[in-house]
């Protein structure tokens, strides 16, 4: 996060920094479901 926000404000780059910010929630978001979808499977 602190290299996107460097992206962001310090060279102006906030489009990237933005591709950035989204790349890294869809990774957060991919590696919780799996995990999530780990955890319901042995409640079973």
Known sequence: M???YE???RYRFAGY???LGLA???VVLA???L???RQM????
């Open 2 to 4: 602190l290299f996107a």
């Open 31 to 33: 590696v919780l479901g």
């Open 35 to 37: 995990y999530l979808w």
């Open 17 to 19: 920094a933005s591709m």
């Open 24 to 26: 890294m929630a869809i």
């Open 41 to 44: 499977r042995e409640n079973r």
């Open 7 to 9: 992206e962001a404000f």
